[in-house]
């Protein structure tokens, strides 16, 4: 298995753009969370889903983030529009439960300037 | 609700020193419990973990004892390298919550020098 896969790996973009950072789970696993990772504030759970419906968005800072999974092998987390602040490491994770831990993916470096 | 609370970082090592990195929880089940490893522009891994009480989660030679009783689960190794240097998080997942996200540390910062 590929393991969980990210793209794009870095993202540079200017403040007000809108900007979408892709996830594809490990097939068979019935959850699939986002994560934002900064030097200030650790790893912060944004949302997460099971069987593509999303359980808990509380995490989401603002409107102006919003996240889909449209089937079992996608889901996107969207940014419109970015900001300074926004700028972080995001992570994609799934897991077939909870219980086993997760597979994280190799993230995406995003600065907004 | 559920938290993990570890050691503050960073810390700071020579070639085959021993290490310990504090773990503390608190759950309102039975949690299982999990260490992760996060090196430079990775995203983190499993590193090993533990279900029950007593139990030895181990991996890469590191080593961790899931404790009821202290409500710890400590991560060691004997002699570190130098590849070693990573971001370790301590993280739970509490059963008694069903499949509710892991609840993760703030990560502790490990440097390993030769």
């Known amino acids: 298995d590929a393991g969980v896969i990210q793209s794009p790996r870095h993202e540079v973009t200017e403040m007000g753009q809108e900007v979408t950072l892709r996830c594809k789970p490990i097939?068979?696993?019935?959850?699939l969370f986002w994560y934002r990772q900064t030097m200030m504030r650790g790893l912060e759970l944004l949302i997460y889903?099971?069987?593509?419906?999303?359980?808990?968005d509380s995490g989401m800072p603002e409107d102006r983030f919003s996240a889909k999974m449209p089937n079992a092998s996608f889901s996107t987390l969207k940014i419109q529009p970015s900001e300074p602040r926004d700028s972080a490491v995001y992570f994609c994770?799934?897991?077939?439960?909870?219980?086993?831990?997760?597979?994280f993916g190799s993230g995406t470096r995003l600065t907004v300037v | 609700g559920d938290s993990v609370t570890q050691m503050e970082g960073p810390v700071t090592l020579s070639e085959e020193a021993f290490l310990t990195i504090n773990c503390t929880y608190t759950?309102?089940?039975?949690?299982?419990l999990f260490w992760y490893v996060q090196y430079p522009g990775e995203g983190l891994q499993l590193l090993l973990k533990?279900?029950?009480?007593?139990d030895k989660g181990s991996n890469k030679g590191f080593e961790a004892t899931y404790r009821k009783e202290t409500t710890s689960f400590h991560l060691e190794k004997g002699s570190v390298q130098v590849s070693d240097s990573a971001v370790y998080f301590c993280?739970?997942?509490?059963?008694?919550?069903?499949?509710?996200?892991?609840?993760f540390g703030k990560g502790t910062r490990l440097s390993v020098i030769a």
């Open positions: 994770a799934s897991s077939l439960t909870g219980l086993n831990g997760y597979t």
């Open positions: 097939s068979g696993h019935d959850y």
């Open positions: 889903f099971n069987n593509n419906v999303p359980i808990d």
């Open positions: 759950a309102t089940g039975y949690p299982s």
């Open positions: 533990a279900t029950k009480a007593d």
């Open positions: 993280a739970l997942s509490d059963r008694n919550s069903g499949n509710t996200p892991l609840v």
